[in-house]
Nanobody, 120 residues
Framework: QVQLVESGGGLVQAGGSLRLSCAASGRILRINTMGWYRQAPGKQRELVASITRGGNTNYADSVKGRFTISRDNAKNTVYVQTNSLKPEDTAVYYC??????????????WGQGTQVTVSS
């Protein structure tokens, strides 16, 4: 059994910052790419940022220069530092990870989501 648990969401004023964390636990042999997605009401889920095990990063154009993704492989944890937040960043943020489990199968896992609300 593998679980992803997010934390760090909340309510913040425009221009503020939040740091989201996501820790993976369970029968894990290796975690490949980890990422953050978000879904606003009435919209499709979209990629925010991703990071490979080696540290290569990818960002949505809408967050480049404002968000920074990082990971700690020893802790099976991924972070995203969100700065200069805008009301349009309001969404439920989901953690995603591609994990090789003890059953020697690579599967995609999702966290339960954490709400980020940015007030104007």
């Amino acid at each position: 059994q593998v679980q992803l648990v997010e934390s760090g969401g909340g309510l913040v004023q425009a221009g503020g910052s939040l740091r989201l964390s996501c820790a993976a636990s369970g029968r894990i042999l290796r975690i490949n790419t980890m990422g953050w997605y978000r879904q606003a009401p009435g919209k499709q889920r979209e990629l925010v940022a991703s990071i490979t095990r080696g540290g290569n990063t990818n960002y949505a154009d809408s967050v480049k220069g404002r968000f920074t993704i990082s990971r700690d492989n020893a802790k099976n944890t991924v972070y995203v530092q969100t700065n200069s937040l805008k009301p349009e960043d309001t969404a439920v943020y989901y953690c995603n990870a591609e994990i090789l489990g003890s059953n020697v199968v690579v599967s995609d896992y999702w966290g339960q989501g954490t709400q980020v609300t940015v007030s104007s």
